[in-house]
């Protein structure tokens, strides 16, 4: 949230901003990544190795692509993947007419072969060729190793294998153009390490799964897997990792199932556990790659670090989610909520200091200036400088004469944003993957993508330290049903965040929805948040946009409710906010204009920073000002003139204010006010913006206290 100051007031910010800049990120431990914590930590956050802010997608087949990031990924491309790996559902089903190359026959400490291909090293057993391969049986301290070169296909049918390795992986792709296991159907399979490994490769340090493939890997058949790896990740494939139709349950000391250049999973189901990520693609440098498909499995995953993580596109096609990451929304780091200092938007200081360099959000500037913490030290000014004289009684917001804020441009409201590194992983190479495997990340989002995260469909519930929904650049949602407890945001996007569809119900959140852009245009969306409700928040007002075309909204905040750094626009839909109580945040916070054209509009919370729809909309709002608090659940009702309810809505919080803007009410006509039962005064309705008191008096517009000044416009702004 960022509110428009006039020139008279220019000195008194710069000298705010030093003292944030000077407490908020100054010695460690005080700044916003004390105590090893990342930019990651607050919403504006770029998590997945991109930095950007907007981002372009031209549909199913267009390539999506993301500013400020090297890669590009084509749909097309994940398509013609995904469409492959619906072969690779059919070929699992059934093997029973397959000639094998060899049977292979486990025997605790020992191993027999039926066929060709195949070398016996004790308890080492190496497939050397191509073809199929059954293999049934327990090898108590051993390995299956796949050893051919990068053009050669294996399949291996696992019928009840259990295989036991304390110093390597237990099932090692070590090469093979593609490796394919196939669980056969009603049989149980089970890989488990140890917590040392002797590599084949020290350089690159590989194996480094207990199912480590080191190029293709397709999991398939009707059978189950257990994967219990105490050493690093469950399932790793250094390219594409295809699972399909089978039952897999991971238990992992790092990430869960990784699929370096994609991951492909459809209808199957599968547990994780996980150290750090639950599922996760991690290829950031090459186009194309970096993506993750789901489609019609299930998912229960338990991460400490991410639920699941794409490092550009995360498409949720269909298919069943409990996920809970980073512990919950329990776990999650300390916030500023409604009423400290500083800007929401970016790395979040738990003393209130923090954002994207701006001046203004939470703080409580209504009359006072903000006393410094214990122990923090007030900074020297330039040589020369001179610290500006304060107005008496230290009052910055002082409304001028004529109730008119100055204008303003944008140039004299964005000091440069606060450059916070944005990542803690390593980058990956083909050559050297050994720092990002073992490096720790503070990201504990659910669902989290570089580029593009795009929910179709599917039901979920997600519980997480961090965001709910992530995406460093757009997130599309436009089916499925979702629950969501979070620490952090439910839904962040760091460029355009559009809803067209499903059910979106954000029990527990910082921040509800946010992103450079919000666009609402259908689907159901309720948001609990301890801070703002909606937030379209950038590096620039002007790039700021709330869009409500269509959809039903329910917003219960305790900071602003719908807020925007610049423009809403409203032309459909059904919006109802239950705002803040407290008198330094608003239902309604915008920061160049709003206008309403259209739709059902309803806005309750307190008086002390009330802002209206301008007078430029197309439809008419009208707004009461209590004499008295309402309680919480006290209907607000308009009646026409024949006693027919134009508009009604009971908040679910007390409330001293609220705006109703709907297709009902016209100019000239005369509404009656209720607050429940009961009738209150009649309200002649004779501008686009009325604003009366509950007798039906008209209110005149006044400016907000505490938070910093509202921008100008034809909105008005009640004291």
């Known amino acids: 949230m960022i509110r428009k100051k006039g020139a008279v007031f220019a000195a008194y910010l710069m000298i705010l901003l030093m003292l944030a800049g000077a407490v908020g990120c100054g010695s460690a431990g005080s700044g916003p990544t004390a105590g090893g914590s990342s930019a990651e930590a607050g919403s504006g956050s770029s998590s997945a190795g991109t930095d950007s802010t907007a981002s372009e997608s031209s549909g199913g087949t267009g390539v999506v692509t993301t ?25 699992g089903k059934d093997w029973s007419e397959e000639t094998f190359t060899a049977s292979i026959t486990l025997s605790g400490n020992s191993a027999s072969v039926n066929g060709q291909g195949v070398q016996v090293d004790e308890t080492t057993v190496t497939i ?4 199929t391969y059954l293999v049934e049986g327990s090898l108590d301290d051993g390995t299956l190793v796949v050893d051919t070169d990068k053009d050669t296909e294996v399949r291996l049918i696992l019928n009840g294998v259990t ?11 070590r090469l093979a153009g593609k490796l394919t296991v196939t669980l056969a159907e009603g049989s149980e399979n089970i890989l488990t390490d140890g917590s040392a490994y002797t590599y084949d490769d020290a350089e690159k340090e590989e194996p480094n799964a207990a199912l480590f493939c080191k190029n293709d890997l397709v999991i398939n058949g009707t059978g189950s897997l257990t994967v219990n790896a105490s050493f690093n990740h469950g399932i790793n494939a250094k390219d594409m990792l295809v699972i399909t139709g089978a039952s897999c349950t991971v238990n992992s000391a790092n990430d869960g199932i990784r699929g370096k250049d994609a991951v492909i999973i459809l209808g199957s189901s599968c547990t994780v556990t996980a150290a750090s990520d639950g599922i996760k693609s991690s290829n950031d440098t090459d186009n194309d790659s970096g993506w993750i498909y789901l489609e019609e499995s299930d998912f229960d995953i338990q991460a400490e670090g991410d639920g699941i993580q794409a490092e550009t596109v995360l498409t949720a096609e269909s298919g069943t989610f409990r996920i809970t990451a980073g512990g919950g929304s329990e776990n999650a780091a300390a916030h500023t909520d409604a009423g400290g200092f500083g800007e929401k938007s970016g790395a979040r200081d738990p003393n209130g200091f923090g954002g994207k360099g701006y001046f203004g959000g939470r703080g409580q500037m209504g009359g006072e200036m903000p006393s410094m913490p214990d122990g923090a030290e007030v900074p020297s000014m330039p040589d020369g400088a001179e610290v500006p004289e304060m107005p008496e009684n230290g009052e910055i917001l002082m409304k001028p004469e004529n109730g008119e804020m100055p204008e303003v441009s944008d140039d004299d409201l964005e000091p440069a944003a606060l450059e916070i590194s944005s990542d803690t992983d390593a980058v990956e190479t083909e050559e050297n993957e050994v720092e990002a495997d073992t490096d720790a990340s503070d990201s504990k989002k659910a669902m989290k993508a570089g580029l593009l995260l795009e929910v179709k469909g599917g039901t979920g519930t997600i519980d997480s330290a961090d965001d709910g929904f992530h995406s460093n650049g757009d997130i599309s949602v436009s089916g499925g049903s979702f629950t969501i407890k979070t620490g952090d945001d439910g839904i962040h996007a760091d460029g355009t965040l559009s809803i067209s569809g499903g059910i979106l119900v954000i029990e527990e959140s910082y ?26 928040a950038g590096e620039t007002m002007s790039a700021c946009r709330l869009v409500i075309t269509g959809g039903t909204l329910h917003v219960n905040a305790r900071g602003d409710g719908l807020d925007s750094n610049g423009d809403i626009e409203m032309t459909g839909g059904e919006v109802y906010v239950s705002g803040p109580t407290d008198s330094g945040n608003g239902s309604l916070d915008y920061g160049t204009g709003c206008r309403v054209d259209g739709g059902t509009l309803v806005l309750a919370g307190n008086q002390g920073m009330l802002q209206t729809p301008d007078s430029s909309s197309a439809q008419n709002s009208v707004t009461v000002l209590y004499s008295q608090t309402q309680a919480a659940g006290t209907e607000a009702s308009l009646r026409d003139a024949d006693g027919n309810v134009v508009i009604s809505w009971a908040p679910d919080k007390e409330y001293q204010s609220i705006s109703f803007s709907a297709a009902g009410i016209e100019t000239g006509k005369m509404y009656s006010l209720y607050s429940g039962r009961e009738k209150l005064c009649d309200i002649d309705v004779t501008d686009t913006v009325t604003v009366v008191d509950d007798t039906g008096a008209a209110s005149a517009g006044g400016m907000g206290g505490s938070g910093g000044m509202r921008a100008p416009g034809a909105g008005k702004k009640m004291q």
Not at 163 to 173: K, R
């Open 511 to 536: 921040e509800g929805l946010e992103g450079q852009v919000v666009e609402l245009s259908g689907g159901e969306a309720a948001v609990t948040a301890s801070d703002d409700g909606v937030n379209a």
């Open 128 to 131: 050397t060729q191509g073809g």
């Open 67 to 91: 500013a400020g990031s090297a890669q590009a990924v084509d749909q097309g491309v994940i398509a013609e993947a995904v469409e492959a790996a619906r072969v690779e559902l059919e070929a």
């Open 163 to 173: 295989i036991t390795c304390s110093d390597s992986a237990p099932l090692n792709g």
